[in-house]
């Protein structure tokens, strides 16, 4: 299991605060919320780890601990430089 540290949210209303941990116990492989922890399953699918970064991105949640789900499989796609979640996932690109 991996747990996604979701504190310090922001949210605009009431409703906002309760569409964060619907949608995201919505994405498959997420398994549980503990207090402000996000609990996912270790192998997420394409189509879940993109809804994850979706979500992390809206909420402003700090996206530099979804890296941990990268693997050989995904990384041609996950961790592409020209993806709009790179720097904010695996830093900036040395140079």
């Not at 605009?12 to 964060?20: N, T, Y």
């Not at 970064?53 to 809206?58: I, K």
Request: glycine share 4%; with cysteine.
């Amino acid at each position: 299991m991996i747990y996604l540290d979701c504190s310090g949210v922001h949210f605009g209303s009431q409703l906002d605060e309760k569409h964060l941990f619907e949608w995201a116990t919505e994405i498959p492989g997420v398994l549980r919320w503990e207090q402000d922890t996000l609990v996912a399953r270790t192998n997420l699918s394409q189509a879940s780890l993109r809804d994850l970064l979706a979500l992390f991105s809206r909420y402003q949640i700090p996206m530099a601990q979804l890296a941990q789900f990268r693997t050989s499989k995904n990384e041609d796609w996950f961790a592409a430089p020209k993806m709009y979640w790179h720097s904010r996932v695996f830093g900036k690109l040395a140079r």
